[in-house]
């Protein structure tokens, strides 16, 4: 339900479940029930489009500082399998959601997302209008918001949205020391920028040995290790905040083989001398279809992104190899003459379809070749 915040205000009623607001930027206000962390809490809301993988979505490090909206209406129904889970904690500031199952039923559930939300103190909205929340995103864009009690004085809601964004979102999700994992054949530099665990399986599975870097590494101490090649994982946030992380991807271009995913293409765009710009709502959800421009070829991919690269901002040696059909926005590029590849969506899925783990193997003959 969305109304005016005074009223909302005014018509406190007492209950067994705590009520809770979403207040957005553009003062619309929606009505739910609280799960788990109480008092406030501010980030940029976007929303997913998958039918599954919520506890994938919810552990995701390129969430960070986000408040996620799900648009599928019933969410938690399979429980949880911890082995799924994308980082040692989510770092999600918040989950809004319109259903939250409580019975859940799956042969391999581990327990309920409920208790996950109160074990890792995540504010969640339930019990809202989750389809009112995502159209207004889709007309208006992603903005600011904030979880609150119902009984917060709207002079104190009007004083959280003049808290600026975080804009050091790497910082906050990179590993803090160097690891290792894997004892494959081809040793690969990771520049750890917010690196899904799914994304360090399957380069473990395509028969890889990894030496994982804190995001602000110095490209001279990446490369004094000798790696067959180096990965540019995803991340959180607009890859303009990082100019040191992409001053240090420059130095690399050219030395090694190196594939990039999500951050880690918008990272070697901006390398390369190309612009990146915020896209209205984002691209998130597990059903977006990418075209291989060489191929000719159409992926249902997973997605989770909010910049992307301006195609018409690179320079003349790169070759653009996939696009999105929702909007025709760039997906990926490879540069021959660098041995660079790279691409925007999730390949290694986590949620979503399996078909695109091709680039991985492709990532291993680079390497082999080179």
Request: glycine share 8%; with cysteine.
């Amino acid at each position: 339900m969305v109304t005016s915040l005074s009223k909302l205000l005014d018509n406190t009623s007492a209950g067994s479940r705590p009520k809770a607001l979403l207040v957005l930027e553009d003062g619309s206000v929606y009505e739910g029930f609280s799960c788990a962390a109480e008092g406030e809490v501010f980030g940029e809301v976007c929303f997913n489009t998958s039918l599954e993988g919520y506890l994938e979505i919810i552990s995701d490090p390129s969430y960070a500082g986000q408040i996620i909206t799900m648009t599928y209406p019933l969410i938690g129904n399979y429980g949880l399998f911890h082995e799924i889970e994308q980082a040692d904690r989510p770092y999600a500031a918040g989950f809004i959601v319109s259903e939250l199952c409580e019975e859940p039923s799956n042969w391999q559930n581990e327990g309920k997302l409920s208790t996950f939300i109160m074990t890792h103190h995540i504010p969640c909205l339930y019990g809202v209008d989750t389809r009112a929340i995502t159209r207004a995103i889709r007309s208006q864009g992603v903005m600011k918001g904030v979880i609150v009690p119902e009984t917060m004085e709207e002079s104190a809601i009007k004083e959280l949205f003049d808290t600026p964004l975080e804009t050091q979102l790497v910082r906050r999700v990179t590993t803090r020391e160097i690891k290792h994992m894997g004892d494959g054949r081809f040793h690969v530099a990771v520049m750890d920028y917010g690196a899904k665990a799914n994304i360090l399986r399957e380069l473990v599975n395509s028969d890889c040995r990894l030496t994982i870097f804190p995001a602000e590494t110095k490209a001279e101490e990446v490369l004094a290790v000798n790696p067959d090649g180096i990965f540019l994982s995803n991340g959180p946030g607009d890859p303009k905040d990082v100019p040191y992380i992409v001053e240090e991807v420059k130095k690399m271009i050219g030395k090694k083989p190196i594939f990039g995913i999500c951050l880690g293409l918008q990272m070697l765009g901006l390398a390369l001398g190309g612009k990146s710009r915020k896209l209205t709502f984002g691209h998130r959800g597990a059903n977006h279809p990418v075209k291989d421009i060489r191929t000719g070829r159409v992926y249902i991919t997973s997605q989770n992104h909010g910049y992307v690269i301006d195609e018409a901002s690179l320079p003349d040696d790169v070759v653009i190899t996939h696009r999105n059909l929702h909007d025709n926005t760039l997906e990926g590029f490879e540069v021959p003459s660098k041995k660079i590849m790279c691409v925007q969506y999730h390949p290694e899925a986590s949620p979503g379809p399996t078909d695109n783990l091709y680039l991985f193997t492709q990532f291993v003959k680079m390497m082999e070749e080179n």
